[in-house]
């Protein structure tokens, strides 16, 4: 099972941008599709992004695209999250999750590795 560490996680004002980053452990990273999920006081987990082994697909939920983009770098073992144009209602716990196979679906019960996530609080 690979270990994920997040990092990243902070404070900002509305409008303002932050970067979460996930380090893997695992050195066969690119064999792993990766996704960030959010969890919000009181609310069910929610899927974000996701991402393929090679980079080159990517899927969002409604609430992020245009605004949050997914990436990966092999060589680093590393995903990340840029979220641009934040909201409150961005505020959550963010985790970063791998699953093997090749289908990209946010849907979580997929994935089977978590970090312990990192926290984004976005004030009005």
């Known amino acids: 099972q690979v270990q994920l560490v997040e990092s990243g996680g902070g404070s900002v004002q509305a409008g303002g941008s932050l970067r979460l980053s996930c380090a893997a452990s695992?050195?066969?990273?690119?064999?792993?599709?990766m996704g960030w999920f959010r969890q919000a006081p009181g609310k069910e987990r929610e899927s974000v992004a996701a991402?393929?082994?090679?980079?080159?697909?990517?899927v969002y939920a409604d609430s992020v695209k245009g605004r949050f983009t997914i990436s990966r770098d092999n060589a680093k073992n590393t995903v990340y999250l840029q979220m641009n144009n934040l909201k409150p209602e961005d505020t959550a716990v963010y985790y970063c999750a791998a699953k093997l196979g090749a289908a990209v679906i946010l849907r979580a019960a997929d994935f089977r590795s978590w970090g312990q996530g990192t926290q984004v609080t976005v004030s009005s």
């Open positions: 991402i393929n082994r090679s980079g080159a697909m990517t």
């Open positions: 695992e050195r066969t990273f690119s064999n792993y599709i």
